[in-house]
């Protein structure tokens, strides 16, 4: 039979304590060892190298377990890493939740330089380490001068937008507009949650919704006159939502103009309407601005 000797059971009884600590600070202080992979490609789907790449790891510094006189404050560590030839990156730590905030390569416009990033954060408990992420960059080509407008206003009633100036345009020169906005709404009661509802028409024509943060191409194809969104506390089918945003691609002018539009609305006694566009004026799908 293997016996220790007794000098060895001092330094191996520190071991699995050390063992025991590190157990419980990753698993009941909050923190979770994680590894994220992704995979960074251009708007063709080609595969970029190179591309630097910064994440934000936020974790518990200290045991959640209540001990007296410690505290648990939350501390964050940067992590850098690149693309290998292929476009992948592995992001390795130990922490409660990861923010995917930068990518950079020169030639090319990544999410954040978008018009609508929000930093892709995770819950550390929660990442699937065999899955990849997928990010796109878009390769910088021919740019053009773009038209930026915007409009901010609160509103009652219909309201005629010319984009190229981000101006109101009055109901009986409607043609001259580029979008016609409707909001309706019901009555409040005891300010609690009410029912309403926008309609966004393109004037000479069409619209498409999008959620993709790299905007800089429009389609030929696929446009719709309109596109309403409805908000009812009492439907459980629509989620109810006292603040909306949303962003569009815009075909105008019987297909003089493009634009990408990004709307927000904040309902209220009255609504206030915000309205951001950056159109190309020359007939071009090409929304890469010079």
């Not at 304590?17 to 157990?23: C, K, Q, V, Y």
Request: aromatic share 10%; with cysteine; net charge negative.
């Amino acid at each position: 039979m293997l016996k220790l000797k007794t000098k060895h059971i001092g330094p191996l009884l520190l071991l699995l304590l050390i063992a025991a600590i590190i157990f419980f600070w990753r698993e009941f202080g909050g923190n979770h060892a994680f590894v994220l992979r992704g995979r960074v490609v251009d708007q063709d789907g080609q595969p970029i190298a190179g591309v630097a790449i910064s994440a934000e790891v936020s974790y518990q510094h200290t045991l959640a377990i209540p001990i007296p006189f410690t505290t648990n404050d939350h501390s964050t560590e940067q992590l850098h890493v690149s693309t290998d030839n292929e476009g992948n990156f592995r992001l390795r730590s130990t922490g409660q939740r990861v923010s995917v905030t930068y990518f950079h390569k020169e030639g090319y416009l990544s999410p954040e330089q978008s018009r609508t990033l929000i930093a892709d954060s995770f819950e550390a408990k929660e990442i699937d380490s065999r899955a990849i992420i997928p990010y796109t960059m878009w390769k910088i080509g021919k740019t053009e001068p773009l038209i930026k407008s915007s409009l901010s206003e609160r509103v009652n009633d219909d309201v005629f937008i010319d984009v190229l100036t981000g101006q109101r345009v009055d109901a009986d020169q409607s043609q001259s507009a580029d979008l016609h906005i409707t909001i309706s709404a019901e009555p409040s009661v005891d300010r609690n949650p009410f029912a309403w509802s926008c309609t966004i028409q393109a004037i000479n024509g069409g619209l498409i919704e999008t959620s993709d943060p790299l905007r800089f191409r429009a389609p030929t194809e696929g446009y719709v006159p309109s596109i309403q969104h409805r908000f009812d506390p009492a439907n459980p089918d629509q989620r109810w939502q006292h603040h909306f945003g949303a962003s569009y691609f815009l075909r105008g002018r019987n297909g003089k103009l493009y634009a990408t539009c990004k709307l927000t609305i904040e309902s209220g006694s009255t609504f206030r309407l915000d309205i951001e566009s950056f159109c190309n004026p020359n007939g071009s799908p090409n929304l890469e601005v010079a």
